[in-house]
């Protein structure tokens, strides 16, 4: 009993230490408060840490359960030590980016209920608890969203993003009713339990149907995706935090919950029908944009796509990878964004850019050399003898694509863009089969058919981006619809509007 306590408690330490920051926030100011939040936030990284060697260090062992209605797991202590990674770098960066503006105090407070709901979401065990973790994010998140409370676009996606919180709850709700009800128990763990003694009810099969509906509310697919993208109004850390952090939850749930999923095929085609249709979309919008930010953020909203489709897919190793990988980018992107800024001014000083050579596109040689990586990494997995199905080295090739399809410069030859091409695709499809080899505690289970769907899809977006890049004037209507993310935020800001009015501009605006 004496050293089964400590192993209950240290998944639970990080959620602890990061909700003292209010107390903190209470008691210091200035440069002291961000070195006591930087301080607290080491510690619960080191926590999280040594829960993660802990479960390392004895597989297939359960932990015991950290309080009622809490459980730790592989999964949740890989994501958790991401999180408090995130968080301890984000806090670093915001005593500098802040330093001088009011409320910083309000900052670090909320900044750490933020990070303390989320391992608390990522221990929960139970409806009630993964409900309720949920929710105090969102509703603590939205200190951040509105720390400049004279920006009308941030109160603006402040207040989209609570309606369509308050929906995903609500569905929430009707999928913990409907399981609970079923089973006579609101727990996860007996949940997967009894999925595996046998088919779903078609209670359950509704239950996973509300998860799913909830959990695209929560990660901005399109069409509710307008507040993820009117969310550059706030400070660029909480940019980080958000699209790096907060917004891959669905997909943790999603994992998590991965029996549910399975035994409810309508559940899985609705994530690989709104997966696919955001990413293709999304990633057509993404190629219009001028600014570093929304540029992010759409990218933000197609990898979402991306993610709950492989989800869909029943790829989970690969989705929690494309997880793990993607909060590194985009929080390295957001809190580098002022380098581009500068690059561009140092290019200025050296003398005006053609637009002939900016313009030029690398399509027909990155496409070949997209190409040749397909085979060279579809080689590197028949060597590896790999469980895989044969048609996810052609889907991930495609997926990726979109961070390749950049413009350059004259200087830059056919020949360089196919070799970069194919070395890129073959590098990140060589890491993947590596990551596979982790214990990261997920188990796959591939639909053929779906993926034969998916694959389609993903070239029909390659096929658009290179047309969406020529400057053809045949094509600059859908230049334009792209441009405007083919208009479907307005249309959803007028219903929420009208739906749940609100003043969205600053008191003092005439």
Do not use: N
């Given at each position: 009993m004496s050293t089964s306590l400590p192993l209950a408690t240290?998944?639970?330490?990080?959620?602890?230490?990061?909700?003292?920051?209010?107390?903190?926030?209470?008691?210091?100011?200035?440069?002291?408060?961000?070195?006591?939040?930087?301080?607290?936030?080491?510690?619960?990284?080191?926590?999280?840490?040594?829960s993660l060697g802990l479960q390392l260090t004895r597989p297939g062992e359960t932990l015991p359960a950290p309080l009622p209605g809490l459980a730790a797991s592989l999964t949740a202590a890989w994501v958790a030590v991401l999180v408090q990674g995130l968080g301890l770098v984000i806090g670093v960066f915001s005593s500098r980016y802040l330093e001088g503006e009011p409320g910083q105090p309000r900052y670090v407070a909320a900044l750490g209920g933020v990070l303390a709901s989320v391992h608390l979401l990522l221990l929960a065990d139970h409806w009630l608890v993964l409900i309720a973790a949920w929710a105090a994010v969102g509703l603590v998140l939205q200190r951040l969203l509105c720390f400049y409370a004279d920006r009308p676009f941030a109160l603006l996606a402040a207040h989209k993003?609570?309606?369509?919180?308050?929906?995903?709850?609500?569905?929430?709700?009707?999928?913990?009713?409907?399981?609970?009800?079923?089973?006579?128990?609101?727990?996860?763990?007996?949940?997967?339990?009894?999925?595996?003694?046998?088919?779903?009810?078609?209670?359950?099969?509704?239950?996973?149907?509300?998860?799913v509906l909830a959990v695209m509310l929560r990660t901005a697919l399109l069409p509710v995706h307008g507040w993820l993208i009117q969310v550059?109004?706030?400070?660029?850390?909480?940019?980080?935090?958000?699209?790096a952090g907060v917004v891959n939850l669905g997909g943790v749930v999603l994992i998590r919950l991965a029996p549910l999923l399975e035994a409810a095929p309508l559940a899985r085609w609705l994530l690989v029908g709104a997966g696919l249709a955001t990413a293709v979309l999304a990633g057509?919008?993404?190629?219009?944009?001028?600014?570093?930010?929304?540029?992010?953020?759409?990218s933000t909203v197609a990898q979402m796509g991306f993610m709950l489709l492989e989800c869909g897919l029943g790829l989970y190793t690969l989705a929690l990878l494309h997880l793990l990988g993607h909060s590194l980018y985009k929080a390295h992107?957001?809190?580098?964004?002022?380098?581009?800024?500068?690059?561009?001014?140092?290019?200025?000083?050296?003398?005006?850019?053609?637009?002939?050579?900016?313009?030029?596109?690398?399509?027909?040689?990155l496409a070949a050399g997209v190409l040749l990586g397909v085979l060279l990494t579809a080689a590197v997995?028949?060597?590896?003898?790999?469980?895989?199905?044969?048609?996810?080295?052609?889907?991930?090739?495609?997926?990726?694509?979109?961070?390749?399809?950049?413009?350059?410069?004259?200087?830059t030859g056919s020949w360089q863009a196919a070799c970069s091409g194919a070395a890129m695709v073959l590098a990140l499809g060589a890491a993947a089969l590596l990551g596979h080899q982790l214990p990261l505690g997920v188990?796959?289970?591939?639909?053929?058919?779906?993926?034969?769907?998916?694959?389609?899809?993903?070239?029909?977006?390659?096929?658009?981006?290179?047309?969406?890049?020529?400057?053809?004037?045949?094509?600059?209507?859908?230049?334009?619809?792209?441009?405007?993310?083919f208009y479907a935020d307005e249309l959803v800001t007028r219903a929420a509007l009208r739906l749940w009015p609100t003043r969205w501009t600053p008191s003092s605006a005439t």
């Open positions: 240290l998944p639970l330490l990080p959620a602890a230490l990061m909700l003292a920051t209010p107390a903190l926030a209470r008691l210091s100011t200035g440069a002291r408060l961000w070195r006591s939040l930087q301080l607290i936030a080491g510690l619960a990284l080191l926590a999280a840490l040594l993003k609570r309606l369509a919180d308050r929906l995903a709850d609500a569905l929430l709700i009707a999928a913990a009713g409907l399981a609970w009800h079923e089973l006579g128990t609101g727990s996860l763990s007996e949940l997967r339990q009894q999925l595996q003694a046998g088919p779903a009810a078609l209670a359950l099969q509704a239950s996973a149907v509300c998860l550059m109004e706030a400070p660029t850390p909480v940019s980080a935090l958000l699209h057509l919008a993404m190629l219009t944009r001028v600014s570093i930010k929304l540029r992010l953020a759409w992107s957001f809190l580098a964004a002022s380098g581009a800024v500068d690059d561009t001014r140092s290019r200025l000083l050296r003398g005006p850019v053609p637009m002939a050579s900016t313009a030029s596109l690398i399509g027909a040689p997995q028949g060597l590896a003898l790999s469980a895989w199905p044969a048609w996810w080295t052609a889907l991930l090739a495609l997926a990726w694509a979109p961070l390749l399809w950049q413009r350059t410069t004259d200087t188990q796959d289970s591939p639909d053929h058919a779906a993926g034969l769907v998916a694959l389609g899809g993903m070239t029909l977006l390659y096929a658009a981006m290179a047309l969406i890049q020529r400057q053809h004037p045949a094509l600059a209507s859908w230049r334009r619809r792209s441009y405007a993310g």
